[in-house]
Nanobody
Framework: QVQLVESGGGLVQAGGSLRLACAAS????????TGWFRQAPGKEREFVGA????????NYVDSVKGRFTISRDNAKTTVYLQMNSLKPEDTAVYYC????????????????????WGQGTQVTVSS
């Protein structure tokens, strides 16, 4: 059973930066795509971005393009979400999620496509 643990959340002023980490364990052999999602109070959980297993394909929602960067470590045990130029509207609980895939990677931002989820980490951006 894949287990995901997020870390790195906190309180930051607008314009500041945070780096979230998603540590994975319990994977079986195969390719795993990792996605980042967020859920603000009173809103639905939304897609932020995703990275393929090799890391060659990364997709972002328009609202974070140019500010957020997803990367994967060489050991492929941890995925990072570097968040720069943070805005109050980025305040949310951030979740990482994974899905196993075979063959060619195809991007998806649909929550239902991701089987494994972390517990989330709170990010609060003050104005």
């Amino acid at each position: 059973q894949v287990q995901l643990v997020e870390s790195g959340g906190g309180l930051v002023q607008a314009g500041g930066s945070l780096r979230l980490a998603c540590a994975a364990s319990g994977r079986t052999f195969g390719f795993y795509a990792t996605g980042w999602f967020r859920q603000a109070p009173g809103k639905e959980r939304e897609f932020v971005g995703a990275i393929s297993w090799i890391g060659g394909t990364i997709n972002y929602v328009d609202s974070v393009k140019g500010r957020f960067t997803i990367s994967r470590d060489n050991a492929k045990t941890t995925v990072y979400l570097q968040m720069n130029s943070l805005k109050p509207e980025d305040t949310a609980v951030y979740y990482c999620a994974e899905r196993k895939y075979t063959g060619r990677y195809t991007y998806t931002g649909s929550l239902s496509d991701y089987r494994y989820w972390g517990q989330g980490t709170q990010v609060t951006v003050s104005s």
